[in-house]
């Protein structure tokens, strides 16, 4: 089986997908929890809170890394060999708050694929099925530069 952590460079405490439940070459589903005890919790809103929307749209990010990663892998890449850096997000829009405890299922799905640069849509769901959020995005695969 293969986890997160094998797909993607991402690690705690800037890891928001627990695992992948499923993947096609279209698409791919994780899911996350949301744990009471993480940090940003502390400041947002202290006594009331709620996961920033920023971090719910990282967590639809890393899901599409995931995604190319695997998608890298089944053309013949190496494990490591580049990276999904985003180049484009759009279309953003939240429908529900998600606290500490819920767990999510994250959906995304490719478009389209045009001069090195993949569009995708991406959508979040509490385990009840109620929509959370959902957004379009571009992804290019890059090696980065090491720093």
Do not use: N
């Not at 929307?53 to 089944?74: D, I, N, T």
């Amino acid at each position: 089986m293969i986890t997160v952590t094998d797909l993607i460079p991402h690690r705690p405490p800037f890891l928001f997908v627990d695992e992948i439940v499923s993947h096609t070459a279209e698409g791919l589903v994780a899911r996350r929890t949301w744990r009471a005890e993480e940090d940003f919790y502390r400041g947002h809103y202290p006594g009331a809170p709620i996961t920033p929307g920023v971090l719910l749209c990282e967590s639809v990010l890393q899901a599409a890394a995931c995604f190319m990663a695997l998608k890298a892998r089944a053309a013949g890449a190496a494990p490591g060999e580049g990276v999904p850096l985003i180049a484009k997000i759009g279309d953003v829009r939240f429908r529900t708050p998600v606290y500490p405890g819920d767990i999510v299922t994250i959906e995304v799905k490719q478009k389209d694929a045009l001069g090195g640069f993949t569009m995708m849509a991406g959508a979040m769901k509490k385990a009840d099925g109620t929509r959370v959020m959902s957004l379009e995005f571009s992804v290019a695969w890059k090696t980065p530069e090491a720093r």
